[in-house]
């Protein structure tokens, strides 16, 4: 048996022991074959990608557990924001090392999120690399025909509105990091421990997903930071938005470190990884969002208006005045 034939048994091994269990939906053949099938029952297929890497969206001595449900969250809160209903994943994860130690929590996690949110494994591919960890995932959702939510579509007179609060991963992540915000915490832990949760474990609002699709005229999740994912949101639509920085949702922890002036307004808004669901509303449905909102338990805020226009959103502070801001969101180049 050369060496390739002992790399791919062993490849093989490790995805029957780890991933077999997962694959649920009869279309995925218990990854016994080299593709899926993925039934449409009549709706479109909603296609959404995003990958992790150690040492950009998480930490080296992150859990393994944490690791696996972010990465596959951050793709369910993509199909959230389009309207779609979670249907299946494919997996690519580029490990050092196969060791149990990592891959069995890793796995058990996975497994309850796919379940959680009924979004079974479909297939995907276990590689080596001398790199950074890397976990890809492929999401699909549907929705019925025609009814994917674009970013355009906003038009002006509309309200922007978000779920839940803003800034709380950033801050969760200068936690780890031992920066101001730790130093700030100190002597209140679960504060602490409530902001490290929402870096590495998002919350996606695939409750949302049909309120989205029957009430908004635009969405999309914030991923990279609130005021440059409302600058794309804006810029494809054509249009501008008006912010009342103090209207944007925050927890407890964020509020308090803001009025202490341990964070600033920017390190809110334009800080990655909320993964909340960012939308542009006429104002007839506003209620009715509202509503599916309290249903799911999920906190809807209306934070500004877009505007007719074709300039950078404009974020306000209480005084009106408008708030410069170095920078508007993360970006990986």
């Known amino acids: 048996m050369t060496d390739q034939q002992n ?6 091994a490790l995805i029957a ?3 077999k269990p997962l694959a649920t939906d009869p279309g ?16 479109d297929i909603v296609v959404t990608t995003d990958a992790i890497v150690e040492g950009v969206h998480f930490l080296p001595d992150d859990p393994p557990d944490t690791i696996a449900r972010k990465a596959l969250r951050v793709n369910l809160s993509d199909l959230a924001a389009k309207g779609a209903t979670p249907a299946g994943f494919v997996l690519t994860l580029a490990l050092r090392a196969a060791e149990e130690a990592w891959l069995k929590p890793f796995a058990y996690a996975l497994g309850w999120d796919a379940i959680q949110f009924g979004c079974p494994l479909l297939g995907g591919d276990t590689v080596s690399t001398p790199g950074p960890l890397m976990i890809s995932i492929t999401a699909f959702g549907r929705v019925p025909l025609g009814r994917m939510l674009h970013r355009t579509g906003a038009i002006a007179g509309d309200v922007v509105v978000v779920t839940g609060t803003i800034g709380d991963a950033a801050l969760g992540l200068d936690v780890l990091k031992r920066g101001a915000a730790a130093a700030a915490l100190a002597d209140d832990v679960a504060a602490g421990e409530m902001l490290v949760g929402r870096y590495r474990v998002p919350q996606p609002r695939t409750a949302l997903a049909k309120a989205v699709r029957d009430h908004a005229h635009a969405a999309m999740d914030v991923s990279d930071g609130l005021a440059g994912d409302l600058a794309k949101l804006c810029k494809v639509s054509g249009v501008s938005a008006v912010i009342e920085a103090g209207s944007i949702p925050l927890s407890a922890a964020a509020a308090t ?10 390190a809110i808004v334009s800080g990655g990884d909320d993964y909340e669901i960012l939308c542009a509303i ?3 449905g506003l209620e009715a969002f509202r509503h599916a909102g309290q249903t799911a ?3 809807i805020t209306a934070i500004g208006k877009i505007v007719a226009g074709s300039s950078a959103p404009c974020f306000l502070d209480k005084r009106g005045d408008r708030i410069t801001l170095p920078r508007l969101s993360y970006s990986h180049f």
């Not at 790399?7 to 093989?12: G, K, Q």
């Not at 470190?257 to 920017?266: C, H, K």
């Open 7 to 12: 790399s791919s048994s062993a490849e093989d």
């Open 17 to 19: 022991r780890y991933f």
């Open 28 to 43: 995925a053949f218990d990854l016994g074959d080299d593709a899926a099938i993925l039934k449409s029952h009549g709706d």
């Open 257 to 266: 470190l803001l009025a202490r002036g341990v964070v600033g307004v920017e």
């Open 282 to 284: 006429p104002p007839a």
């Open 297 to 299: 338990g999920i906190e």
